[in-house]
């Protein structure tokens, strides 16, 4: 398994997470309750159709995975007693039988013990085509899913697939958790089950209430196999606007300002007796471009946008000094990063080219036509995001320059990010689109960008389709020797460049702020709640 252990890595993530100011008040040491404030609402607490972060957040109070990622990016068992690798005898030689032996001393919620039948009914469940699961990437490539005994289970692969340790129940872009079979298995389809609501994990915590669209609580799981949580009540709260959210961090009505955005981070800096926590993860953000939208199915078209679009400016000034620009998606710290792929400077002379060489040209009041249909765009981002929000007037202002005009629209996060096709990016249903993305801990981007990875069956919301493409991801999927797998990114990274199905702005760290009282916090690529069991408060 490929280990995504990178010395600046760790550098960056401790000089980061130094950033603490003397407290000033607030949660009293030794208190019982944690107050969480998040922009968005889940939609379910099924960790199968987990399509948001902050699904995959909520989720880890549940459930367990089966393999953990700390804070450095290391890999650790979790539900598991070992990481599997060649070295260990986990994964074959020929890397197509991947084996994990489960913990003894694990129980559900309810009281019945976890076993190797969870985790294959948790497979199968993913598997079944009347789920609404947002990605099967990594997990269609297994072939059959044996359990020798209660605490055995082991994946049979059609072929080789390297990131498949950080896949399953894991750390990637598919399912993280593993759900209970004695509750679930007599349901033919999972999509609408009461489970959803009323959730029953391994987890260190206990859904107890859900007040939606308000907050949910949770209590600690007195028998959770890594020893009871040390803080006994967590309340998340739902905040969708992002100045409430810092004005309540700073009179310590909430103690974690989960995932806060780069505008938020300005105003944090300067706010008294909050520490400031900013992890590197794969992560990028910038605008997703609909390439089955007719205004933009021409590439010409799109490396336009990209040219007329000064990102270096936006990032400035938009991110605060928070983030850097990206000139891909896989960014600079990991293994994978190509500093050679071709990059879209700002050249506005150079997009009206392009346009004029598609077959745009401008009409009466500078905006561009073609055979009588104007070039109006529809840019649709989440509601209340306060850096997309920044992002999207100067967006409008340098496509405007360049003859290209655009409306402005927003949704709520539930609505622009659910799954299957009913969403508004699943469901095609915008020209270009001001979001992110965040992957998992390996390199693996194809769950955005293969064919077979469209809306329902995962997050290729651009559409986009190329079989070069698709046989670059082979290549980069089904070799564990690295030097393989970066070659096969290059090449994945400049089709990207090429085709420009998004344009990336910048490699969005993971920032939250929190109560200084809060011990133990650490942040990470994944979750930043991956050792919530050993919170003090």
Known sequence: ???FRIASLFVLIAALT??????????????????IGAAVAPNSFNPLLNTEQVETMVDRFVYDP??????????RPDLAVQVPSQQNGGISRDGRTITYKLRHDVKWHDGVPFTSEDV?????ATMNPKNNISTRTGYDLVDRVTTPDRYTVVFHLRRPYAPIVTTLFSSGVGPAFVVPAHLLRSYSVLNSVPFNANPIGTGPYRMVRWMRGDHIEFQANPNYFMGKPKIATIILRFIPDENTMVNQLRTHEIDWFFSASESSYNELKAVPGVRIVISPQNSERGMLINTESPLVRDRRVRQAIAYAIDKEAIVQKATYGAAHAATEDLPSFMWAYDPHVRRYLYDPARAKQLLAEAG??????????????????ELVLRQGAATDTAMSVLVQSYLKAAGIEVSIKTYQGSMLFAGGTSGILSGGRYDIDLSGFESGTDPDNSAQFICSARPPNGFNWTR??????????????????RGVRKAAYAKIEGLLARDVPQIFFYWQPQIDAVNPALKHFTGGPFTSNWNVYQWEL
């Open 1 to 3: 398994m490929v280990a």
């Open 18 to 35: 130094a950033c603490t100011r003397v407290q000033t008040g607030g949660t009293p040491s030794g208190s019982h309750t944690l107050n």
């Open 66 to 75: 089966l393999v953990v990622t700390d804070n450095t990016g290391a890999q």
């Open 120 to 124: 294959a009914f948790s497979f199968h």
């Open 360 to 377: 745009w040209k401008p009409g009466p009041d500078g905006i561009l036509a073609k055979n009588g249909q104007r070039m109006q765009l």
């Open 464 to 481: 986009y389709c190329n079989p070069e493409m698709d046989a670059a991801q082979e290549q980069a999927l089904g070799s564990y020797d």
